[in-house]
């Protein structure tokens, strides 16, 4: 029987365990859930002692824990996670309880302590199917990522073949009509280009696979690129593409400048998809926020077909368009604003719309970035006059503002009469901003007009005409751009020139010097070695051809003096892949002659995580299937060149 049951009867009736030993650690007291899950009664084990009961215990945590309670007072808890079971104790299915013990000192019983046992098990069985739970879901995304990272290889590996040979093709004299076709099968292999990075992009934000990988680079200028590269389709639309930089000044910035790009980018491509007349405005502008932060402010305006209010916030979601329609009439997925809204969300911004059916729409998007300085305007037009003589609203207004924040005075007509009119009445002008129609419509009295008063005038065009070169005039291409009107203004270029030195294309500038430099292509499928190949020709270098690493190291090896000046690198090859054959060149197996040379990787693998392996290993850049001949062009032309400045 229970020694101490008056005290104690209550305990007799808990669910859980309860026992308690006296100083010479005699068990005194054993409730009724230690008799049955112990299958010893009370009579049996009260008087006994818990160490002749149990010997197991004689050395273990329970037997310091009953110690500190008796000398010092002291409660514990015994852990569940050291010592599951330290008591024989089993449930009505004669499976062994896992158990917390919690002891302490009996208040009414000098010397004694009370043991409390708790049945943990469904808890420790929850813990471990959630554990088993964690781990089939790593290799959920696992399996997940290595799918991605093959099917990104396997379908870029026939699209490089597709893209680059079509655009081999496009430099070969074809007719009109082939060079149509041609450009359909372009646009066709670029849709389906972006339609596989959508679903790539999507796939790596869900799995959390992002990594925002800020770099320095010059804002201004990054925005008029983009811009421009949208011109050949708004012109194909006869969209207006407008850029009000008005209060952005040349700045460095430091952010994820892909990623940004990747969001204007779609943004843009929305715009001009969704507007068949009227104009696409993209608006830019910094906000300081500290020291050393800055939000970047970015509005793309359109007139397009708008967005009925209640399917607004759905837009935002996976695989979502304002209705079927739009998917069948303008294509695809219906994943880039979800792509770009996550992308704001990283790198601490958002993405909004506003928008009316039939008026247009109104993106916006906001990032934060690292700027140590935002320049103001310099105010060097604060003693000149301007006219501008514009039909477009919108970008007249637009191009005052500009000038305005350089301190001049400005006039705007919009016909050909008011025009005439304003030059007459205020002939003191000392730039005339004129589009082009108004400028044909008058050009005898502006000759006359800047013979006598030697103003500057600027031709505003929609395209670039040699025909106006005969007037003494300056010209600037649409959309203007601030760097653009700043050279004129400046008169930093020759007469007649429509807009910043461009870098020549890769088709157009096979340097002399890359005749005598040589380049070992590594790459296994046949199709993309003639890509490669036919690429290195046009641009003027020499090359050879490997399929496998290991075929690349008995190369260079038989070829002891440095003839390889650049090594193109495919990343997934049989025999030897392209990680271990780089491993094996830094390493010096390929001579000492080859053991810093240049090396780009050649893949079609996307995900961030190929990228960072291809420099870990030693690789020094990175390069993309399909490729592109421009960027191929000027990553080579990088590379060589800091080559040849390394041994000078």
């Known amino acids: 029987m229970n020694s101490i049951i008056p005290q104690y009867a209550v305990l007799d009736q808990l669910s859980i365990g309860v026992f308690i030993v006296d100083a010479e650690f005699n068990i005194q007291f054993w409730n009724t859930w230690m008799a049955n899950s112990s299958q010893l009664s009370a009579e049996n084990v ?12 004689i050395n273990s945590r329970l037997n310091h824990a009953l ?37 302490k000192p009996a208040s009414m019983c000098e010397s004694c302590s009370i043991i409390q046992v708790i049945d943990v098990s469904n808890a420790v069985a929850r813990e471990k199917a959630l554990e088993k739970q964690v781990l089939e879901r790593q290799r959920a995304e696992a399996a997940k990522s290595a799918f991605l990272a093959n099917m990104s290889h396997e379908i870029r590996t026939p699209l490089n073949g597709v893209i680059g040979m079509l655009e ?8 009109d009509k082939l060079q149509q076709f041609l450009q359909i099968a372009s646009n066709s292999a670029e849709s389906l280009l972006f339609i596989i990075n959508d679903i790539l992009d999507f796939s790596k934000i869900e799995a959390g696979k992002v990594d925002i990988d800020p770099v320095e680079f010059e804002l201004l200028t990054f925005f008029e690129d983009i811009i421009a590269s949208f011109i050949p389709a708004a012109n194909k639309k006869a969209i207006s593409l407008i850029f009000d930089s008005s209060h952005l000044e040349t700045t460095l910035v430091r952010a994820d400048k892909q990623r940004v790009r990747q969001i204007l980018v779609n943004l843009l491509s929305n715009a001009i998809k969704f507007t068949e007349q009227g104009e696409v405005v993209v608006e830019v502008y910094l906000q300081k926020i500290d020291s050393q932060t800055a939000q970047l402010v970015c509005k793309v305006l359109d007139t397009g077909i708008g967005i009925e209010a209640h399917v607004i916030a759905k837009l935002f979601e996976p695989f979502q368009q304002s209705d079927s329609s739009i998917s069948r009439r303008f294509g695809g997925t219906g994943l880039g604003l979800a792509i770009a809204k996550q992308l704001c969300h990283l790198m601490g911004g958002e993405l909004t719309l506003s928008s009316k059916v039939g008026k247009g729409s109104c993106f916006e998007f906001e990032i934060l970035l690292v700027t140590e300085n935002i320049p103001s305007s310099q105010q060097f037009l604060h003693t000149s006059r301007c006219l501008i003589a514009e039909s477009n609203r919108t970008q007249s207004a ?7 924040t350089w301190g001049a005075t400005v006039i705007r007509t919009f016909d050909s009469t008011q025009t005439g009119l304003a030059l007459a009445a205020n002939p003191r002008f000392d730039h005339l901003f004129i589009a082009e129609k108004l400028f044909l419509a008058n050009k005898i009295f502006i000759n006359t007009w800047q013979k006598e008063q030697q103003g500057q005038v600027i031709v505003l065009q929609d395209h670039w005409q040699e025909s106006l070169d005969k007037y003494n005039t300056w010209h600037l291409t649409k959309p203007l751009f601030k760097t653009q009107i700043l050279s004129v203004l400046h008169k930093h270029r020759p007469r007649n020139t429509v807009s910043l030195p461009k870098t020549a294309s890769a088709k157009q500038t096979a340097n002399t010097s890359r005749n005598h430099q040589c380049i070992l292509v590594v790459e296994d499928n046949p199709i993309n070695q003639i890509v490669a190949k036919e690429c290195l020709k046009k641009l003027g270098y020499q090359y050879a051809v490997v399929e496998h690493g290991q075929a690349a190291l008995d190369y260079l090896n038989t070829h002891p003096t440095p003839q390889i000046n650049l090594i193109l690198m495919d990343c997934q090859m049989p025999i030897m892949d392209g990680f271990t054959a780089t491993a094996k060149i830094r390493a010096g197996e390929a001579t000492e002659f080859y053991q810093h040379i240049p090396i780009l990787a050649l893949t079609a693998n996307v995900i961030e995580s190929e990228r960072e392996r291809c420099l870990q290993i030693g690789m020094n ?28």
């Open 46 to 57: 009260v008087g006994q002692s818990l160490f002749n009961l149990y010997p197991q215990l």
């Open 67 to 103: 110690i500190a309670s008796k000398e010092q007072k002291l409660p514990s808890v015994l852990s569940r996670v050291f010592n599951a079971s330290p008591l024989p104790l089993f449930n009505q299915a004669k499976q062994l309880i896992k158990q917390s013990i919690t002891v």
């Open 168 to 175: 081999l093709v496009a430099d070969e004299p074809l007719s």
């Open 398 to 404: 637009l191009l005052q503002k500009q000038l305005e």
């Open 621 to 648: 850049d990175f390069l993309a299937k399909p490729i592109s001949l421009d960027i191929l062009a000027s990553l080579l032309d990088k590379w060589l060149m800091a080559k040849i400045q390394q041994v000078n």
